[in-house]
């Protein structure tokens, strides 16, 4: 049975796809929080997936070899729903799961807990999960640090978003070639730490190195 869409769906989508990070390469930060839930957990899969309009796609992944399943068929499709955590303890047993693929066949899902991932605005970009071949549950500890790890993977996919921006932004800045200043909007050439103080509230200090010199040079 397909789940429901979010309400903010549109809003949802345009998130995700401003992060930029569906069909990225594997990155080893990733991995090493599924390798962690999976071993916290005690379960042989373990994802960072992200719901797209008409797939799930996996970031990171640990015993599956799919990258991605159709969205039609995604647990995590429901686990997005909701900030809290969804736990099915038997999806044979849960008539949402009953006659799903995933569950009749490979690879053969009993056990489901997903953390969504929600970022600061409120959206729910797809899930921490871990996943069982047998039915199961998990201990108030697993499932705390399982919220846990769900806390450090959004944060990490915000910190490469950012990076992603910084990247773009400097990518854009028009810089002299010989004296270094940068055009601004305006069209005018200023020094780069003017630009910058216009956009990042700056205090005043010298750093240590320029202490040494102005030591050395008296």
Sequence with gaps: MPAPHPESEAQRLHALHQHRILDTAAERVFDD???LAATICDTP???VSLVDNQRQWF????GLQAEQTSRDVAFCAYAILTPETLIVEDALTDHRFAD????????NIRFYAGAPL???EGHALGTLCVID???RQLSPIQRQALEILRG???AQIELRRAREDLKSAAALLRMCAWCRSVRGDDDQWRPLH???AQAIPTSHGICPSCVESAGASR
Excluded: G
């Design 194 to 196: 003017e630009l910058v």
């Design 152 to 154: 450090a993977v959004v």
């Design 100 to 107: 799903n693929p995933l569950v009749t066949s490979d690879p």
């Design 133 to 135: 071949t047998r039915p």
């Design 33 to 35: 929080f599924t390798r």
């Design 118 to 120: 929600i970022t600061a």
């Design 45 to 47: 899969i373990s994802l």
């Design 59 to 62: 970031k990171s992944r640990v």
